[in-house]
């Protein structure tokens, strides 16, 4: 299997630690090859507005040499884990610049058919409270490109930093982990359907294709896929 991991922490403490956990526990689970991207120092580019993207041109964003390679790691990729702590309740400014450019490959515009077969793992860490909605923050995000399931992981860390967690809620928080991961596992590669939820955005999306009301590079890249015709990405 193939992970790509975003990273969306400056630094490799609590959440680089939990993430440590989830792949040794991938390693047991089966043969998996890693591409990890830290965002901070490898696509840390704040969006300009310019539209670009949205008006079909994706390869010409000014920060397209640092963006297109993670999206193109995370669109080979059968799984996707996305790790932030949580900075002021929701997920760090890092890991948003760079959902910020993937605006265009929501189902609203131009979705990767390949992003319907995948599933994905976010994580975050907070020192007590905010993994709830920074997870949920990003799964939105997840929800929009299509991607077929979604597990998530809250780890609230109560101590000066990973290594200071007490053995006992080490051992809690070590065990919660495994256990998404080995959801995140088992629906990796398999053919089930994405979720109603998403079935339906892609519907609607159709709908709003047929009566022309996105961008020409929309419709065109709609009508390419057979998507206009019946045709379905899962
Ligand atoms: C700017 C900033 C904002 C933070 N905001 C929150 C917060 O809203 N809630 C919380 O519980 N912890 C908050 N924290 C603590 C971190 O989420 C927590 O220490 C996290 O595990 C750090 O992960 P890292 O070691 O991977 O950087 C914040 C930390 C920083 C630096």
Redesign the pocket.
């Known amino acids: 299997m193939k992970i790509c991991i975003l990273?969306g922490?400056?630094?490799?403490?609590?959440?680089?630690?939990?993430v440590q956990v989830i792949k040794e526990q991938l390693n047991r689970l089966g043969k998996v090859d890693y591409n990890e991207y830290f965002l901070q120092t490898e696509s840390h580019d704040f969006c300009c507005g310019c539209y670009t993207c949205i008006e079909g041109h994706e390869e010409k964003c000014p920060h397209a040499a640092h963006v297109q390679p993670v999206i193109q790691a995370m669109r080979d990729a059968d799984g996707l884990i996305f790790?932030?702590?949580?900075?002021?309740?929701?997920m760090?400014a890092q890991m948003k610049a760079f959902l910020d450019h993937t605006g265009y490959f929501y189902m609203v515009h131009r979705p990767y058919p390949e992003m319907f077969q995948k599933s994905a793992l976010v994580i975050?860490?907070?020192?007590?409270?905010?993994?709830k909605d920074a997870n949920a923050s990003i799964a939105r995000s997840l929800k929009h490109w299509g991607v077929r399931r979604i597990f998530s992981c809250g780890?609230?860390?109560f101590a000066p930093?990973?290594d200071a967690i007490p053995p006992t809620r080490k051992q809690s928080i070590e065990k919660k982990l495994r256990h998404t991961t080995d959801l995140f596992w088992r629906s990796l590669g398999t053919k089930k359907r994405p979720t109603l939820h998403t079935r339906a955005l892609f519907f609607v999306m159709r709908m709003m294709q047929k009566k022309k009301a996105g961008t020409s590079a929309d419709a065109a890249y709609w009508s390419r896929q057979g998507w206009l015709d019946g045709k379905k990405p899962f």
Not at 9 to 18: D, F, G, L
Not at 83 to 90: E, L, N, S, W
Not at 124 to 131: D, H, M, Q, R, V
Request: aromatic share 12%.
């Open positions: 990273y922490s400056p630094r490799k403490k609590n959440t680089y630690a939990a790790a932030t702590p949580v900075y002021v309740m929701d760090t975050s860490t907070a020192a007590g409270g905010g993994t780890i609230s860390i930093g990973w």
